[in-house]
C-alpha cells in the first residue's frame, strides 16, 4: 500500500504516540482543566481573556494583512479589550445572554473582536460568509432570529438594506464605515460605540452547554440547518489544535478559511488563540504568488488550508513553490473535502512536507479524524480518530439501528455522542436532529471504510453515490484517478440515468493550462479509468469543460453538473454551502 513515512521533524510532535494517547485521554479531564472556580467556561475567556493577564499578553494574537498591502499587529491584552469593549457595545444597546448576533463583513480585524466579544456576553453568535447575496442572508438571519447585525456600510448597502424590512427580528445594525457616504438610517457607527465603551468587561458565569454559535449548513434539500455549538466546544477545539495541528506556542498559524465557514471560526480563531499562537489573518482572496509570498515572508510554521486551493496552486506548477522556500514551515493539514492522493504527494515536491488531510463537518464541531505528523500516511486516507473519538463504519438497519461492517467493507462513518464540540440541535428542527442518531450514535451521512490498520477511507455522501449495474460506485474514487492523469487539472462526477444499468458513470474534466481537449484525450482519458478503475466502475463518459461549479466555500457542486445534464432548473445555487 502507498505510504509516505512520517517525517523526522526537527521538532517533536505533540502527539509522538496516537496509540498511547488514544489509552490516556479522557474528555472530561479535558473539560476539568479548563472549569474556572465556580464551573464556568467561556469560550472567549479561554481564547483571549487568560491569555491578556499572563506570561503572553505583549505577544502579537493576530497579524492582520490588508488587500491594500496595509499590516497590523494585535496583542492578546490589546486584542481581549477590543473584545471587551464590543461585549459592553452589546449590554448598551440591550442586548442579553442568548440574543442572536450575526456578523457579516472580509476578513477585517472587526469581525475578530466582534466575535469574541459578543461570546463573552453569551450572545449565540453567527458568522456570514461576505459573498453571499441578500437573499441567503435575509434566510439566516430569520432562521436564527438576529437581533444585531454587525456589516460593513458598502456590505449594508448593496445586500442587507434592499431585504431589511423583511427582518422583523432585527433590532439594531451596527456599521464599519468604508466609504465616504453618510450612514444610512436605522444604522449606527460601530468604530464610535467601541471608542466610547470601556476596555473593563467582567464575563458572567458561562455553564458550559450555553449557546454559543450557530452555524448554517445545507442539506440535501438546500434549506439552511442551523446546527447549535455550546461554550464547552472550545475544549475540543484546544484539544485538537495540539493533536491534529500541532500548534505549539511559538507557532506562527495561518488558517485560510474565511470565518463565514465553521473551519474558519473553529481554527480560523478560537482554537489557534485558544493555543496561544499567532494567527495570521490575511483580506485578500486567493492568489497563488501572495499565498507563497505570505508562507514565506509571514514565516508560516503551521498551514491550514483546502483541497481546491492546493489544486489551484497545483495548477501553477511546483516552480513557483520551490521559488518562495519556506523554511519555517513544518506542517500542513487541509479539510473541506476529501483530499486527492496526487496532492498529498504534491506537498513533498513543492514543500518538502506531505498535507495532512482531516475529516469533520459542521455538525461535529471540530476536527474527528485526521492524519497526525507523528503517523505515516496512507494518500487518500482521512487518517484514524482523534483521542477520545469513537469512530466506526456501520450499516443502517430496517428496524432503525444499526450493524458494524468487516474492515473493508463499506457503509456509514459514524461517531459515538459524547465529545465536547457536537451540535446539541438543529435550531428549531429537533425532529431533524434526533434523525442524525442511532442510540448512542451519530450518523455522519458520508460513506466510508476502515482498513485493517484502523485507517479510515472516505468513499461518498451517502446521497452522491452512482448506482450502476448493481455495483455502488463513490464520486470521489473516480476522481481521484481521472486526477492522477498529467493533463487532468479537477474532475467532477455524477451519475447519469441509464434505462439499462439504472445509472452510467460520466465524468466532468477541467484540463490543465495548455491542454487542449480533443476527441483523442477523452479516449485516452477512458481507457487510463479503466486500467485503474476496471470497467464496472470506470466513467462511459466524459465531456471537458473549461471550470467546474463550486460551492463558495470550494467543493465541487455534483448536484448543479447533474441539473445541467439533465436539463432541470439550477435553483439558487448561492445558498449552497459547505464545511
Known amino acids: 500500500m502507498d505510504t509516505i513515512r512520517k517525517p523526522a521533524g526537527a521538532v517533536p510532535a505533540n502527539m509522538p504516540d496516537h496509540a498511547a ?33 499572563g506570561p503572553i499578553a505583549a505577544k502579537t494574537a493576530l497579524r492582520w494583512l490588508g488587500k491594500a498591502g496595509a499590516c497590523c499587529d494585535i496583542g492578546y491584552a490589546e486584542l481581549d479589550a477590543l473584545a471587551s469593549r464590543f461585549a459592553n457595545v452589546l449590554a448598551s444597546l440591550g442586548l442579553a445572554a442568548g440574543d442572536g448576533v450575526f456578523l457579516l463583513t472580509g476578513r477585517i480585524p472587526a469581525l475578530y473582536y466582534a466575535m469574541l466579544g459578543a461570546l463573552k456576553h453569551r450572545c449565540r453568535v453567527t458568522p456570514l460568509f461576505s459573498a453571499f447575496g441578500p437573499e441567503p442572508i435575509a434566510t439566516r438571519v430569520t432562521l436564527g432570529a438576529g437581533k444585531l447585525l454587525l456589516t460593513t456600510s458598502s ?125 495570521v489573518v490575511d483580506e485578500a482572496d486567493f492568489d497563488a504568488e501572495r499565498w507563497y509570498g505570505i508562507l514565506q515572508r509571514e514565516r508560516v510554521s503551521v498551514w491550514y488550508t483546502a483541497p481546491t486551493a492546493v489544486r489551484m496552486m497545483m495548477r501553477a506548477g511546483t516552480a513557483a513553490a520551490q521559488a518562495h522556500p519556506c523554511p519555517a514551515l513544518r506542517f500542513i493539514a487541509s479539510v473541506g473535502e476529501p483530499l486527492n492522493p496526487q496532492a498529498v504527494r504534491w506537498g513533498l515536491e513543492a514543500f518538502g512536507l506531505p498535507i495532512h488531510d482531516n475529516w469533520w463537518q459542521t455538525e461535529t464541531g471540530g476536527i474527528m479524524v485526521a492524519n497526525y505528523l507523528s503517523m505515516d500516511i496512507r494518500p487518500g486516507s482521512m487518517g484514524k480518530p482523534l483521542p477520545g473519538i469513537e469512530a466506526a463504519v456501520l450499516q443502517r438497519q430496517p428496524d432503525g439501528g444499526v450493524q458494524p461492517v468487516p474492515d473493508g467493507a463499506e457503509g456509514e462513518l459514524a461517531l459515538r455522542r459524547g465529545w465536547p464540540s457536537m451540535f446539541r440541535t438543529y435550531l428549531n428542527e429537533e425532529e431533524r436532529y434526533r434523525k442524525c442518531f442511532a442510540g448512542d450514535w451519530y450518523l455522519t451521512g458520508d460513506l466510508a471504510r476502515r482498513d485493517a490498520d484502523g485507517y479510515f477511507w472516505f468513499v461518498g455522501r451517502a446521497d452522491d453515490m452512482i448506482k450502476s449495474s448493481g455495483h455502488l460506485i463513490g464520486p470521489f474514487e473516480v476522481e481521484s484517478a481521472l486526477m492522477e492523469h498529467p493533463a487532468v487539472h479537477e474532475a467532477g462526477v455524477i451519475g447519469k440515468p441509464d434505462p439499462v444499468v439504472g445509472e452510467v458513470v460520466k465524468a466532468f474534466v477541467a484540463l490543465k493550462p495548455g491542454v487542449e481537449a480533443s476527441d483523442a484525450l477523452r479516449r485516452e482519458l477512458l481507457g487510463f479509468a479503466r486500467q485503474r478503475l476496471g470497467a464496472a466502475v470506470a466513467p462511459k463518459e466524459i465531456a471537458f469543460a473549461p471550470s467546474l461549479p463550486k460551492t463558495r466555500s470550494g467543493k465541487i457542486m455534483r448536484r448543479l453538473l447533474k441539473a445541467r445534464e439533465l436539463g432541470l432548473p439550477e435553483g439558487d445555487t448561492s445558498t449552497l454551502e459547505a464545511t
Open 21 to 53: 494517547e488514544c489509552r490516556r485521554f479522557r474528555w472530561d479531564e479535558a473539560r476539568a482543566a479548563l472549569l474556572d472556580a465556580a464551573g464556568g467556561l467561556n469560550m472567549a475567556q479561554l481564547a483571549v481573556g487568560r491569555h491578556a493577564r
Open 155 to 279: 456590505l449594508y448597502r448593496k445586500k442587507v438594506e434592499p431585504v431589511r424590512a423583511s427582518l422583523g427580528s432585527l433590532q439594531q445594525v451596527l456599521l464599519l464605515r468604508d466609504d465616504e457616504a453618510p450612514l444610512p438610517p436605522g444604522t449606527l457607527d460601530l468604530e464610535a460605540l467601541v471608542a466610547e465603551a470601556s476596555p473593563d468587561y467582567t464575563v458572567a458565569h458561562t455553564a458550559p452547554d450555553t449557546p454559543a454559535l450557530l452555524h448554517f449548513t445545507s442539506g440535501t434539500t438546500g434549506k439552511p440547518k442551523g446546527a447549535l455549538h455550546v461554550h464547552e466546544a472550545i475544549v475540543a477545539h484546544i484539544a485538537t489544535g495540539r493533536l491534529a495541528l500541532d500548534l505549539k506556542p511559538d507557532d506562527v498559524y495561518w488558517c485560510t478559511a474565511d470565518p463565514g465557514w465553521v473551519t474558519g471560526t473553529s481554527y480560523g480563531i478560537l482554537a489557534p488563540l485558544a493555543c496561544g499562537v499567532t494567527l
